[in-house]
C-alpha cells in the first residue's frame, strides 16, 4: 500500500479527524437527539460523553466525586463504593483509593454500566422530535416523551456544536411560563 504524498496525507488529515468524531458532533436538535439516542442505544458511554457541555461534565464528575469522598468514612459505603468500582484500573502501590482515581474515568465505568444494563438514558429511546428554537447561545429542543409530554432540552453550542446541559435544562424546566 503506497503512502499518500504529504501534501495529500494533510489534506486528508482533517476529513479522517472529522470522521472519527462523527458520532457525537451535531449542529441541530433534531441531529443530536438523533446521535444521542443512537449512543444509547449502541451503549456508548464515551460518545454520551463527548455530547454532554463541558459544565455538564463538571457537574457530574464532582457530584461523584463528593459521593465517593462522603462514602469514605462509612466502611459499609466504602466496600460498597469499591466494589461497584472493581474493575476500574488502580496503580497505587496500596489498597486501591477511589479518590485517587481520575473522576471521568470513574463516572465513564457508571455509565457504561448502566447503558450494558439499560437503566442510563433509557427515557431518550423514546423521545419524539417537536421542534427546536433558538435561546441563548444554543438550542431549546422540545420533545415529547412515551406519555405525550412535551419536554425541554437546552443544548449549548460548544466548539462549533451542540451539547446538552444539564443546569440550564433542569433551569429551563423549573422556570415559570
Request: aromatic share 8%; proline share 2%.
Amino acid at each position: 500500500m503506497e503512502i499518500p504524498s504529504a501534501p495529500l496525507f494533510a489534506l486528508l488529515l482533517p476529513l479522517l479527524a472529522a470522521a472519527c468524531n462523527a458520532g457525537s458532533n451535531a449542529t441541530t436538535g433534531t441531529e443530536f437527539l438523533e446521535k444521542f439516542k443512537e449512543a444509547v442505544k449502541e451503549k456508548e458511554a464515551k460518545t454520551l460523553w463527548k455530547m454532554l457541555s463541558k459544565k455538564t461534565q463538571d457537574l457530574l464528575k464532582n457530584e461523584l466525586k463528593q459521593e465517593i469522598q462522603k462514602g469514605y468514612h462509612n466502611a459499609a459505603t466504602k466496600t460498597k463504593l469499591l466494589n461497584e468500582f472493581e474493575k476500574v484500573d488502580w496503580h497505587g502501590d496500596e489498597e486501591k483509593d477511589l479518590r485517587e482515581i481520575d473522576a471521568e474515568e470513574l463516572y465513564l465505568d457508571r455509565l457504561q454500566r448502566q447503558l450494558n444494563s439499560g437503566t442510563a438514558y433509557r427515557e431518550f429511546k423514546s423521545y419524539r422530535f417537536v421542534e427546536e428554537k433558538p435561546e441563548g447561545n444554543g438550542v431549546l429542543l422540545t420533545v415529547r416523551d412515551t406519555g405525550d409530554r412535551k419536554i425541554g432540552i437546552v443544548l449549548i453550542l460548544e466548539d462549533d456544536y451542540l451539547k446538552y446541559d444539564q443546569e440550564l435544562t433542569m433551569r429551563h424546566a423549573t422556570r415559570k411560563k
